[in-house]
């Protein structure tokens, strides 16, 4: 499965929307971005996933560029509860593929 | 409510004794996982299951133990040969083992004094 690269951290208003970039650039044709969040001492929440098109659910958008090479999930009106660790996933469709968390993005949500 | 339990939330055991933690779902997942999380890193993989008596080894399998009985239940030992066992330990299931989407339990802090 292809690696992918986040920021350690970032830093979002209550209120206002969290953009959270992921890079996944030896992506290919067949994998897939996944999202996961981790609040603190809590499991991993799956929050949503996407091959070439952008998807929207409940919680989040997600929007991949053309190339595939890189990926933003928002978060459109960020709480304090969003505050939480973000892994970007690439992972095959391959029912083989396993999922890989990295070290994700530590997201503080500040009033 | 469906989901995954795990027991106990906070589990503390003397070095060189086995301890095996309990993972249940009532989710008539197939798939079901065990990770291992330290400190500030991401999760690993130790086992996973895609069926009832079938199970497979992840990436840090060494010193661990686990057994499919019950598609409800997918128990982890760990044992004394297991170097550095002190971690969180989290479970997770699958509706089969080709689905991204796992659910995870609430976890298991491990101490080992």
């Known amino acids: 499965d292809a690696k992918t690269t986040q920021p350690t951290s970032m830093d979002c208003a209550e209120g206002r929307a969290a953009n959270l970039p992921c890079n996944h650039s030896t992506i290919s044709g067949n994998e897939y971005v996944y999202w996961y969040r981790q609040i603190h001492s809590q499991g991993p929440q799956y929050i949503i996933h996407?091959?070439?098109n952008n998807e929207t659910n409940e919680m989040a958008s997600l929007i991949i560029t053309e190339d595939r090479k890189s990926s933003t999930l928002i978060l459109p009106h960020a709480t304090l509860r969003d505050t939480a660790v973000y892994y970007c996933?690439?992972?095959?469709?391959?029912?083989?593929?396993?999922?890989?968390f990295g070290g994700g993005t530590r997201l503080m949500v500040k009033p | 409510d469906g989901g995954i339990t795990q027991s106990p939330k906070y589990l503390f055991r003397k070095e060189g004794q086995n301890v095996t933690l309990s993972c249940e779902q009532n989710l008539n997942h197939d798939a079901m996982y065990w990770y291992r999380q330290d400190p500030g890193q991401g999760l690993r993989l130790i086992y996973y299951?895609?069926?009832?008596?079938?199970?497979q080894k992840g990436d840090i399998a060494e010193g661990y133990s686990v057994s499919r009985e019950k598609k409800e239940s997918f128990p982890l030992t760990v044992t004394s040969a297991q170097k550095n066992p002190t971690a969180f330990y989290l479970c997770a299931s699958s509706i089969s083992r080709g689905d991204g989407e796992q659910f995870f339990g609430p976890g298991t802090r491990l101490t080992v004094l």
């Open positions: 996933i690439v992972r095959g469709d391959n029912a083989g593929n396993m999922l890989t």
């Open positions: 299951s895609q069926i009832v008596n079938d199970f």
């Open positions: 996407g091959l070439k």
